[in-house]
T-cell receptor, first 113, second 111 residues
Framework: KAGVTQTPRYLIKTRGQQVTLSCSPI?????VSWYQQTPGQGLQFLFE???????NKGNFPGRFSGRQFSNSRSEMNVSTLELGDSALYLC????????????FGPGTRLLVL | SQQGEEDPQALSIQEGENATMNCSYK?????LQWYRQNSGRGLVHLIL?????REKHSGRLRVTLDTSKKSSSLLITASRAADTASYFC???????????FGQGTRLTINP
C-alpha cells in the first residue's frame, strides 16, 4: 500500500496570508490526525478527524482549522499566518482509533516570513 | 503540555554499543508507543506496548513499561549508524482521543 502523502512538502508564506495543507491517508484508514512540530514546543496535537467528523482538537487558536472528505483525505488551513506558525506540519493516519499505531507522512515544512 | 518526558535529551554512543532511552508520563494510559524520526522527516512507528504488558521485543528493540512508576524504557542493542535519529514516546490519556508526544531523545551513533 502507498504510504501517507502530504502536499506541498515545502511552503513559504508571509505574515497575514493563509495556507492550506493536504494529507492523503493510507488506503482504508479512516482516522487522520494533524500535528505541529517546532524546536521549542515539540510535537503538538492539532486535531483528529474520523469519517469526516472532528473527534478531538488540541489547544490551538481558531486560526487553525481542518476538514476531512468522504475519501478520508484531509486538509488543514491556517489563516492570518504569524511568524510563530513556522513549523513542520505532520499528518498521520490509522485504521480507526487514534490510540493505535499512527502512520505518518513526510510532513509539510512551512516558513512564515 | 507534554505528557511524556524523555531522558536523556541527547545521547551519543559508539557503533555496536547499546542505547537506552527513558520516558516518564503523568496519567493513566491505554498504550505507550515509541517512534523514530530521522532529521526533519515524518515519524516511523517502532513499537506499541499496552498497559497490561511489561516487556516487548522487536528485532534489536526492547521496550519495558512500569505503570506503577509511570515510566518506560527503549533499549536498542548493537547500535548502527542508521539508528541515528530522534526517538519519541507517545501516550494516550485514558478516555482521550489523541496521542501526546514527549520532547524526544536525540541519539547519535558514532562510527
Amino acid at each position: 500500500k502507498a504510504g501517507v502523502t502530504q502536499t506541498p512538502r515545502y511552503l513559504i508564506k508571509t505574515r497575514g496570508q493563509q495556507v492550506t495543507l493536504s494529507c492523503s491517508p493510507i488506503s482504508g484508514h479512516r482516522s487522520v490526525s494533524w500535528y505541529q512540530q517546532t524546536p521549542g514546543q515539540g510535537l503538538q496535537f492539532l486535531f483528529e478527524y474520523f469519517s469526516e467528523t472532528q473527534r478531538n482538537k488540541g489547544n490551538f487558536p481558531g486560526r487553525f482549522s481542518g476538514r476531512q472528505f468522504s475519501n478520508s483525505r484531509s486538509e488543514m488551513n491556517v489563516s492570518t499566518l504569524e511568524l510563530g506558525d513556522s513549523a513542520l506540519y505532520l499528518c498521520a493516519s490509522s485504521l480507526g482509533r487514534v490510540q493505535e499505531t499512527q502512520y505518518f507522512g513526510p510532513g509539510t515544512r512551512l516558513l512564515v516570513l | 503540555s507534554q505528557q511524556g518526558e524523555e531522558d536523556p535529551q541527547a545521547l551519543s554512543i559508539q557503533e555496536g554499543e547499546n542505547a537506552t532511552m527513558n520516558c516518564s508520563y503523568k496519567t493513566s494510559i491505554n498504550n505507550l508507543q515509541w517512534y523514530r524520526q530521522n532529521s526533519g522527516r515524518g515519524l516511523v512507528h517502532l513499537i506499541l506496548i499496552r498497559s497490561n504488558e511489561r516487556e516487548k521485543h522487536s528485532g534489536r528493540l526492547r521496550v519495558t513499561l512500569d505503570t506503577s512508576k509511570k515510566s518506560s524504557s527503549l533499549l536498542i542493542t548493537a547500535s548502527r549508524a542508521a539508528d541515528t535519529a530522534s526517538y519519541f514516546c507517545a501516550t494516550d490519556d485514558v478516555g482521550a482521543q489523541k496521542l501526546v508526544f514527549g520532547q524526544g531523545t536525540r541519539l547519535t551513533i558514532n562510527p
